[in-house]
């Protein structure tokens, strides 16, 4: 039988209490510790030890904790008390020149040394230190506790034109990020302050001639987030704030970002299960497609075709999405686009379209030889600032010359692909490898059992 918890005192201090709410809003929500700590990237065991004031949290922690939670910041301005009840014990501490008894273990460094006059840490500690092997001495709750927390900076009392530039550029930097390793991480991570930042600037008083600017940025930014929060299988956060870069759009009346957002809502949709939802997203997004440039068109019928391709019996109907995709494709102008449709090039056009006709062509009977011609296409023409894409057309083209092809040219294409998905944090790619896994089952040839190996050891958490 499972452990009981053990019982916390919220009395004891205001951490403990912090202790205690966590659990009860854990509850509320019905996660387990190891469902929230993959949320917020922990083990269940340190949600669990943080819960009864074994384990430090941290400002960034707590406020991860709370979204995740959704608190509606109660656990974030809790943890603001925590914080001030520390600084009073800080206060009431003795001072530099009285006598203060410490008790350490032999050989083992403790926790908190206090500084000498200049700040460095006494001889005794510096010994100790040199003896357990420098900073690699410190346990890593020891030395997380190195860093202070640290606050945010205020919000600025107007909106100015560089205020924009700002969250413009968290989203292009966010956004490469993305590109190259994945949704998982650092990436994911890094994007959560950010956009706190950039959503708090939404209530702050803002020139008429900017609010479609703010919005705009603050809605691109959003989309980033969300189409890498769908990577990273974070189906919830995705959905949410790919709504919320939509109603940014709207708000802005920027008609070439709420395709984008739509776009990345209907893929979602259809990765997620949901095809005829994801259908509805794209046939939204194309409304008044007179005012969309080619590019974004072709994106959006690709986005259609891909959950039509999802659907039984819609074969014909893929087919002529991926038709009108690539006759719209074929108009698109340089210089025409927003910044963000960058990424939708040849090699785009190909992959997406490659990976629609990827679910026609492992059906019985069904040619395979237009999906494998544009994931090469998609493979080959793809730079280095793309690599989970390559990889994910990669693995795909792998995966239907497994199936259907020689399977010593599906090997070959494999091993290139599997190396790149090493590189990224992203949960799509995995799930694309288990495919090929499943696909390479069926022979038993040389090579094939090492790269099962390969694929194993890609996979592995």
């Not at 968290?170 to 950039?198: F, M």
């Not at 959003?222 to 870069?245: C, K, Q």
């Amino acid at each position: 039988m499972p452990q009981r918890p053990r019982p916390l005192d919220d009395t004891d201090s205001v951490r403990a209490w912090f202790g205690v709410e966590l659990r009860n809003w854990r509850r509320v929500r019905r996660l387990s510790s190891a469902a929230l700590g993959e949320k917020v990237h922990l083990s269940g065991t340190a949600i669990e030890r943080i819960e009864k004031c074994e384990r430090p949290c941290g400002t960034a922690l707590a406020e991860q904790i709370d979204a995740a939670l959704d608190a509606g910041g109660a656990l974030i301005r809790l943890w603001r008390r925590v914080k001030e009840e520390a600084a009073d014990a800080d206060n009431l501490k003795p001072r530099a020149g009285r006598r203060q008894s410490r008790t350490r273990s032999a050989g083992t460094l403790t926790k908190d040394p206090s500084p000498g006059s200049d700040g460095s840490v006494p001889p005794v500690d510096r010994r100790n230190l040199i003896a357990l092997g420098g900073l690699t001495a410190l346990a890593p709750a020891a030395f997380t506790e190195l860093v202070p927390d640290l606050g945010r900076s205020p919000l600025p009392a107007l909106i100015s034109p560089e205020d924009i530039k700002q969250v413009q550029a968290a989203s292009t930097v966010l956004g490469k990020w993305d590109n190259l390793y994945g949704g998982g991480g650092i990436v994911r991570e890094a994007s959560i302050g950010q956009l706190h930042w950039a959503k708090a600037l939404l209530n702050v008083q803002c020139p008429p001639e900017l609010r479609a600017d703010l919005f705009t940025a603050v809605g691109r930014l959003a989309i980033v987030m969300g189409a890498s929060a769908f990577d990273a299988y974070e189906h919830n956060d995705a959905a949410r704030l790919l709504a919320f870069g939509t109603s940014c759009a709207e708000a802005a009346d920027n008609w070439h970002l709420r395709a984008n957002a739509l776009n990345w809502r209907s893929r979602h949709a259809t990765w997620c299960g949901m095809p005829d939802d994801g259908l509805t997203h794209a046939e939204n997004g194309l409304l008044r497609s007179d005012r969309l440039t080619s590019r974004e068109q072709a994106m959006l019928h690709n986005a259609r075709a891909r959950a039509l391709a999802k659907m039984q019996n819609r074969q014909q109907e893929t087919l002529a999405a991926i038709g009108r995709s690539d006759e719209i494709f074929a108009q698109a102008r340089s210089g025409e686009d927003a910044p963000w449709m960058a990424y939708y090039d040849h090699a785009q056009h190909h992959g997406d379209t490659g990976h629609a006709l990827f679910d026609l062509a492992v059906l019985p009977g069904r040619p395979t030889h237009m999906a494998a011609d544009r994931l090469r296409t998609a493979i080959e023409g793809h730079t280095d600032a793309y690599v989970r894409s390559r990889a994910l057309s990669g693995t795909k083209l792998a995966t239907l010359i497994m199936r259907t092809g020689d399977p010593q040219e599906a090997i070959d294409i494999a091993n290139t692909a599997l190396a790149e998905v090493g590189q990224l944090r992203s949960k799509r790619a995995i799930d694309d490898v288990g495919d090929l896994a499943q696909a390479s089952r069926k022979y038993r040839r040389p090579g094939m059992a090492e790269l099962r190996a390969r694929i194993a050891a890609t996979v592995r958490p």
